[in-house]
Each structure stands twice: as C-alpha cells, then as structure tokens.
C-alpha cells in the first residue's frame, strides 16, 4: 500500500484529490495540509511514501517545503511531487533542485496521476522528455546567460566516461532498459551505472541526476542528447 500525504491551499482541490487518490486499491491518503508548514510536520509525523505538494502555498511555500522535506536526514525515504496549476518553469525548476522527484500539473487525467504516484513510490522519478528537460533547459540557459565559464565541478570529475554517458541518457529521459539497449549492456550493468553516478554526485533520484546533468555543464541546453 502507497501512503501519501496531500499539500494544497485549496480545501475543494485536496478533496477532488482524495476521492480519486482513493478509487485505487494500493493508495492511502493518510494525511492531508494546508500549507507547507503543516506539510513539513504531517510528514515527519506521518512517514508517507509520497507527498503530493502544491507550489503556491501560504505561509511557507511549496518549494521551501520540498527542501526542508528532502533535506531531513530521518525523511530520506519520502518522494515529492509538485503541483502547479501552470508549468511555471521558475517555480518547478527551483522544486526539482530542492529535491522533488517531479511535478505535475493540476489538470492532469485521473489515470495519469495514479500512474505518477506509483512510479515515485517505487523510487523512480517523473521524467517527461517534453517538459521536464525543457523546464530545467530553460531555466539553465536563462540563469547562465550572463555567467562566467563555470570550473568543472568535483563531482563531475568524480564520474566515469561511461558514468558521464549514462548520465546523459538518463537527462534525455531514457529508461534503464532503454540505456541498456543504446549501450548493448544489461539492464541490471544499466541501473548500476545510473546507482553509481547518483551516489557520486548525491543525487536522491533521477530527476536530481538530470539537474546535476545541466547544472555541471555535462549536458547543454537546447543540444540533442
């Protein structure tokens, strides 16, 4: 059973939420917050698999949550997923480097949502190919356009050539299975190499892998990876 924590202002739109969340027989909706305080105590209380956790929250916002959540040693288990009414990238850019394993959008369909929880719960992350590397593209290109040409960073030193390759697919999106078989290896020599790259960067899932991947200069905005 997934138990999950539900974090969002709106009294109307976490019961929309339950009602659905519910309709599934291996989740749990164990606790619901109203802001991101209450979502940062319920958490440490509660112990969820996931958190679903809406950005724009009074009080403490949802970004400030997510970090504080991700940070916490004794939480290291618990997964975050955003929610936005809007893709706004700023705000989803800054939850993903604050550690959430994704985001979604409000107006998501019913059996898409269930499908997102189950792939964070299981420690994989919401990945899309079409918006995620588009936000973090965006957001790195904006906030380097002015910049001085970075050093390398320890970390990225750190990773093997085949580490740094696996790290670039993973950015482009790819599955274990599909770098697996863009690199004629196993999948389990595939989840390995991806295993050894998060450890070596401190990376908590693979959405974290992809913001190291464009923030360290590995991977360009805007280049096919």
């Given at each position: 059973m997934i138990r999950l924590l539900l974090a969002d202002d709106q009294a109307l739109v976490r019961a929309g939420f339950r009602a659905l969340l519910e309709s599934a027989t291996d989740i749990e909706v164990v606790g619901e917050a109203d802001n991101g305080g209450q979502a940062i105590a319920l958490t440490r209380e509660l112990r969820p698999d996931v958190v679903l956790m809406d950005i724009q929250m009074p009080e403490v916002d949802g970004v400030t949550a997510t970090r504080r959540i991700t940070t916490d040693p004794g939480l290291n288990a618990v997964r975050v997923v955003v929610l936005t009414t809007f893709a706004e990238e700023e705000n989803v850019f800054?939850?993903?480097?604050?550690?959430?394993?994704?985001?979604?959008?409000?107006?998501?369909?019913?059996?898409?949502?269930?499908?997102?929880?189950?792939?964070?719960?299981?420690?994989?992350?919401?990945?899309?190919?079409?918006?995620?590397?588009?936000?973090?593209?965006?957001?790195?290109?904006?906030?380097?356009?002015?910049?001085?040409?970075?050093?390398?960073?320890?970390?990225?030193?750190?990773?093997?050539?085949?580490?740094?390759?696996?790290?670039?697919?993973?950015?482009?999106?790819?599955?274990?299975?599909?770098?697996?078989?863009?690199?004629?290896?196993?999948?389990?020599?595939?989840?390995?190499?991806?295993?050894?790259?998060?450890?070596?960067?401190?990376?908590?899932?693979?959405?974290?892998?992809?913001?190291?991947?464009?923030?360290?200069?590995?991977?360009?905005?805007?280049?096919?990876?």
């Open positions: 800054a939850a993903l480097r604050s550690g959430a394993s994704g985001f979604l959008v409000k107006d998501i369909e019913p059996d898409e949502l269930l499908q997102a929880v189950r792939i964070v719960a299981r420690g994989d992350a919401l990945l899309s190919p079409s918006i995620t590397r588009t936000v973090i593209a965006r957001c790195i290109r904006a906030s380097s356009a002015d910049a001085r040409p970075r050093r390398e960073p320890p970390e990225l030193t750190a990773l093997t050539a085949r580490e740094r390759e696996v790290v670039r697919l993973v950015a482009s999106g790819l599955s274990n299975d599909d770098i697996a078989s863009r690199l004629v290896v196993s999948p389990l020599t595939a989840k390995t190499h991806v295993s050894r790259a998060m450890a070596k960067v401190a990376a908590r899932d693979r959405a974290q892998l992809v913001v190291f991947a464009y923030e360290s200069g590995l991977v360009a905005p805007g280049a096919a990876v």
